[in-house]
């Protein structure tokens, strides 16, 4: 031992060595020298501040070792883990072929291939020290302090160790001298792993890993030692959310074995999740060696998500997922959930044996790793008689062909029949699936020792000073970034955080035929880019497993989440008609004047509107303005043709004459409304719509005003002077002053509102080009031909009982009454709905049409078809004159004030002198009087 290779009387100097040495070296050497110190003490950190229970063994172990110039260890999981109630005594269970046995015999046939070869590490011989892990931390722990006690202490100069105590300098280096393990193979779980990382770390080991995939051992500031041929699980979580993302699961259990493998694959794969939009139901977590009762807690809540968590993603080991499946077995959940595996499952055929009904349909993850057929050829020959060198291969054989070996150390009498030695191991053989890793492992180590070599011994024959012993600091460094052609052909790389690149076969578990399942190559993920032959996947069920929270929402509908639930629950909400989707949460109004598009994705520009030529209500508004100008010049002309006569005479010609241009403005306006709004359009609009009323109504208003004035002063019994402003240049001057008060009034308006084309929107979804007329540019014209109108309509309604051959009072009145009710209807329509400017057409024609009918249609009746009546007596007035508002006395026969009207006849000698009209008495002139 440590404490007696020194001298009794210099025990000093080594309580100086070990006191001078780090922290973490002592605590290991300590570990390594007195395990049983230790018994039920924490120390060893672990990732994520968990820690290791390490006591001592409780029984010898075997372990299988070969000689050689370089020795390597290795750790192989020859027995399955030790039950929850055996954990205590790290008691392990049952032998394992794939893990434990066929990994056994690779490595010892691959040294036995790299001591035969003679370009790799020629003359140099490797030899190998192989330990069982049991797929336990404790285990592995236990066995990995026996690798460093071996390489602290070599058996081959203890006597010289016991018999003379060297300086501190010269025995420092002989210590040095005795490491024969140059590095480590495996183990294969990920937390088994970090814990043996931990402790080999400390004495500058390095450790090649063939299967263990955990993410956090790509950190070399934590696991400085630690290489693997296997890549990382972070590429492993990419390469299942892929797979997840292609058939649309985007709500999906999750469940992870509890250790380091599960948690940080499972929290990979989350994280990915979250970045890509995809929802975890729920996760849960659970131990590969937990009870019944816990599996079946776990497989009830799976059942509980159902059905719309169907696809549960198991980053597990796969014990962990048999487990699942004996439980889904237990609680008839059958068809009902359709599992997503990691390399933990792959294509293991004793993860699903007897319970390939639950697992069908199920999509595993396989390290992308071919068949090695050497190894099968050499397997297969392997006999219980002579293979010498594994000590655990008489217990396989009894286990694997369920026999015993009567009197041999390792006999099994739990089984009946009597090996003999010669059973086959051809039947029922399958290769373990990660046998490619295993031997690349192995050869990693070798080709960096080959470079190490070259380095530090160039042209050296066998190994060179240099490399006694193997110094792992470097190593280490020859196996970083390294490169070389594998067992099966393939290239083989480590980068500088000791990872390789990720390659994975995807498998689908598939009911062949009657009773048997098989695993099936459905597609390939290699380094990020997933390739699947969709037509060969079988789920559980005839179609394609929906495994999703809500539907995705229709076109323009948003997702609202429901309070409380993961993002991929929602409620689908249709937005508003005038809203886009901005995203798929949001919906977004669009602005004036723009609609959403068919694809409700945005907004594009609403058409905008105007009165079109060829509108219909355009078409009837042109066409009747075109036949009301033309019957209006038809109407001008024939006044000016009879322009003397007593009918145009008698209708004051030139008010007429102003009637007419009013009239002729009115049937023009519709073109200037309907025309495309310009600045030209709106100005002629502002000033015509009001002036062609104007031009009427004054006209109308001075007419009526003048027949009031008469047929009022013929009540009078007393004739008084005559009234003034009678003559037609005063009428046409008072109608001219009414036409420029409006015409003052659309300049002002223009000037404090010029016009000018302008977008309207009546409502969102229509967008009107109109001329920018403020409701104070459309009343204040209107409002004053609205005067004009009441006070025509007054003094028409005034004089509607003139006399029966002076009726143009009553078809002025007929006239205003019309006007009246268009005017009193545009009003409301004008104000009230979006069709102003048709309205104003109709409106303005209407007004001039019943003007231009019922002002002169009587006289073009007269002048055309009736020219016997177009003489001067036929628009005399009668004797009696009937009073508008009377006191029924029959009036004054000799009133003179009528003889105003009279035109004295030509004399007989000269016809163009004229008597006086009025007697220069005030005797009221006689009744007869002419128009």
Known sequence: ????????????????????????????????????????????????????????????????????????????????????????????????????????????????????????????????????????????????????????????????????????????????????????????????????????????????????????????????????????????????????????????????????????????????????????????????????????????????????????????????????????????????????????????DEVIEGYEAEANGGITIKLQSPEVLSFDDYFLKIRLDTNTRNPWFPEFWQHRFQCRLPGHPLENPNFQKNCTGNESLEENYVQDSKMGFVINAIYAMAHGLQSMHHALCPGHVGLCDAMKPIDGSKLLDFLLNSSFIGVSGEEVRIDENGDAPGRYDIMNLQHIGANHYDYVYVGTWHEGILNMDDEKILMNKSEMVRSVCSDPCSKGQIKVIRKGEVSCCWICTACKENEFVQDEFTCKACELGQWPNDDLTGCEPIPVKYLQWSDIESIVAVVFSCLGILVTMFVTLIFALYRDTPVVKSSSRELCYIILAGIFLGYICPFT??????????????????????????????????????????????????????????????????????????????????????????SIKEVFLICNTSNLGVVAPVGYNGLLI?????????????????????????????????????????????????????????????????????????????????????????????????DGKTPCRSNNFLSIFRRKKPGTGNPKKRQPEFSPTNQCPSAHVQL
């Open 1 to 348: 031992m440590f404490l007696t290779m020194c001298r009794q009387e210099e025990p000093l100097k080594l309580v100086t060595w070990i006191w001078m040495a780090s922290c973490n070296k002592m605590i290991g050497v300590l570990l390594v020298f007195f395990p049983a110190i230790f018994l039920d003490m924490d120390f060893l950190p672990k990732n994520a501040g968990r820690k290791v229970l390490i006591s001592s063994a409780t029984a010898q172990r075997s372990v299988a070792r070969m000689d050689g110039d370089v020795i390597i260890g290795a750790l192989f999981s020859v027995h399955h883990q030790p039950p929850a109630e055996k954990v205590p005594e790290r008691k392990c269970g049952e032998i394992r072929e794939q893990y434990g046995i066929q990994r056994v015999e690779a490595m010892f046939h691959t040294l036995d291939k790299i001591n035969s070869d003679p370009f790799l590490l020629p003359n140099i011989t490797l030899g190998s020290e192989i330990r069982d892990s049991c797929w336990h931390s404790s285990v592995a722990l236990e066995q990995s302090i026996e690798f460093i006690r071996d390489s602290l202490i070599s058996i081959r100069d203890e006597k010289d160790a016991l018999g003379r105590c060297l300086p501190d300098p010269l025995y420092h280096h002989q210590i040095r001298a005795k490491k024969p393990i140059a590095g480590v193979i495996g183990p294969g779980s990920s937390s088994v792993a970090i814990q043996v990382q931990n402790l080999l770390q400390l004495f500058d080991i390095p450790q090649i890993a063939y299967s263990a995939t955990s993410i956090d051992l790509s950190d070399k500031t934590l696991y400085k030692y630690f290489l693997r041929v296997v890549p990382s699980d972070i590429l492993q979580a990419r390469a299942m959310l892929d797979i997840v993302k292609r058939y649309n699961w985007t709500y999906v259990s999750a469940v992870h074995t509890e250790g380091n493998y599960g948690e940080s694959g499972m929290e990979a794969f989350k994280e990915l999740a979250s970045q890509e939009g995809l929802c975890i139901a729920h996760s849960d977590k659970i131990y590969s060696n937990a009870g019944e009762k816990s599996f079946e807690k776990l497989v009830q809540k799976l059942r509980d998500r159902l059905p719309k968590a169907r696809v549960v993603v198991c980053f597990c080991e796969g014990m962990t997922v048999r487990g699942i499946l004996m439980a889904m077995r237990r609680l008839a959940v059958l068809g009902e959930l359709v599992l997503i595996g990691s390399d933990g499952w792959a294509d293991r």
């Open 673 to 762: 409304l309907i025309a495309k709004p310009t600045d030209t359009s709106c100005y002629l609009q502002r000033l015509l719509v009001g002036l062609s009323s104007a031009m009427c109504y004054s006209a109308l208003v001075t007419k009526t005003n003048r027949i009031a004035r008469i047929l009022a002063g013929s009540k009078k019994k007393i004739c008084t002077r005559k009234p003034r402003f009678m003559s037609a240049w005063a009428q046409v001057v008072i109608a001219s002053i009414l036409i420029s008060v409006q015409l003052t009034l659309v300049i002002t308006l223009i000037i404090m509102e010029p016009p000018f084309p302008v977008l309207s929107y009546p």
């Open 790 to 886: 009441m006070s025509c309509t007054y003094y028409a309604f005034k004089t509607r009982n003139v006399p029966a051959n002076f009726n143009e009072a009553k078809y002025i009145a007929f006239t205003m009454y019309t006007t009246c009710i268009i005017w009193l209807a545009f009003v409301p329509i004008y104000f009230g709905s979006n069709y102003k400017i048709i309205t104003t057409c109709f409106a303005v024609s209407l007004s001039v049409t019943v003007a231009l009918g019922c002002m002169f249609t009587p006289k073009m009746y007269i002048i055309i078809a009736k020219p016997e009546r177009n003489v001067r007596s036929a628009f005399t007035t009668s004797d009696v004159v009937r009073m508008h508002v009377g």
